[in-house]
C-alpha cells in the first residue's frame, strides 16, 4: 500500500463548477501536509499547506481530518488555469530527514 | 530572483551508459533534495542533503545511483550503468529549513532522462 494514495481521475469539469479532491495517507505520526500543482511537463509548485483547522486560499480550501487520515482540497468557480495535476503532500520528515512524499496526483481537466 | 536550475533539461543514454544530472539550487538554500518521477506518478523521494552532508539516502532504487554535493551547494546525481527502467524526470529541489510556510521545497525543471 503506497504511503499517499489518491485517486488519479481525469475529473473533467465545466468552468465555474465546484470539484473536491480526496487523500489518504498511512502514517498516523505525519505532522505536515501540503497541496502541490503540477502542469503539463513542469516541475511542482506549493498550492497550500493544509491545517488542522482547514484553511482556504480564494477559491481554494483545504482540509485536513487528522483522525480518518484524510485530507481533502475544494476548487470553487473553476477557471480553465486551474487544469493541472494536484499532488497531495505528506512531509515524511524525522531526525535526518526533511523528505517529502508525494501522492500519484490527481489530473484536472476544466472545460469551456 | 533564481530559482533551481537543473541541466541538461534532456538527456537520451543509451542502455548501460553512465549519466550525470546537475542541479544548482537557491542560493543560500541549506537542504538539497533529489526525486525521481516516472510517467503518470508523483515524484519519489532519492536522496537528501543538507549542505554537503548526505542525510538520507533511502530512496536510491540502487548501488548504480550515486549523489554528492561536495561543496554544498551544486549537487551531481549519478547513474551507473542505465537501465531501462530509470527512465524518468529526474527533479531537484531545495528548501531553507524554517522558512514560512515550513518545509516549502522549490522544484527545478527536471532532467527527462530516456534510456534506449
Known amino acids: 500500500r503506497k504511503e499517499v494514495e489518491q485517486d488519479p481521475g481525469p475529473f473533467n469539469v465545466p468552468e465555474g463548477a465546484t470539484v473536491a479532491f480526496n487523500c489518504t495517507y498511512s502514517?498516523?505520526?505525519?505532522?505536515?501536509f501540503f497541496w502541490y500543482r503540477q502542469d503539463c511537463r513542469k516541475e511542482p509548485k506549493l498550492l497550500m499547506s493544509?491545517?488542522?483547522s482547514g484553511n482556504e486560499d480564494g477559491r481554494f480550501t483545504a482540509q485536513l481530518n487528522r483522525a480518518s487520515q484524510y485530507i481533502s482540497l475544494l476548487i470553487r468557480d473553476s477557471k480553465l488555469s486551474d487544469s493541472a495535476t494536484y499532488l497531495c503532500?505528506?512531509?515524511?520528515?524525522?531526525?535526518?530527514?526533511?523528505?517529502?512524499?508525494f501522492g500519484t496526483g490527481t489530473r484536472l481537466q476544466v472545460f469551456p | 530572483g533564481a530559482g533551481v536550475s537543473q541541466s541538461p533539461r534532456y538527456k537520451v543514454a543509451k542502455r548501460g551508459q553512465d549519466v550525470a544530472l546537475r542541479c544548482d539550487p537557491i542560493?543560500?538554500?541549506?537542504?538539497l533534495f533529489w526525486y525521481q518521477q516516472a510517467l503518470g506518478q508523483g515524484p519519489e523521494f532519492l536522496t537528501y542533503?543538507?549542505?554537503?552532508?548526505?542525510?538520507?539516502k533511502s530512496g536510491l532504487p540502487s548501488d548504480r545511483f550515486f549523489a554528492e554535493r561536495p561543496e554544498g551547494s551544486v549537487s551531481t546525481l549519478k547513474i551507473q550503468r542505465t537501465q531501462q527502467e530509470d527512465s524518468a524526470v529526474y527533479l531537484c529541489?531545495?528548501?531553507?529549513?524554517?522558512?514560512?510556510?515550513?518545509?516549502?521545497?522549490?522544484f527545478g525543471p527536471g532532467t527527462r532522462l530516456t534510456v534506449t
Open positions: 542533503f543538507q549542505n554537503e552532508a548526505q542525510l538520507d
Open positions: 502514517n498516523s505520526a505525519s505532522q505536515s
Open positions: 542560493s543560500g538554500h541549506v537542504s
Open positions: 493544509v491545517y488542522s
Open positions: 503532500v505528506v512531509f515524511g520528515g524525522s531526525y535526518n530527514t526533511d523528505k517529502l512524499i
Open positions: 529541489a531545495s528548501s531553507y529549513p524554517g522558512a514560512a510556510p515550513s518545509y516549502e521545497q522549490y
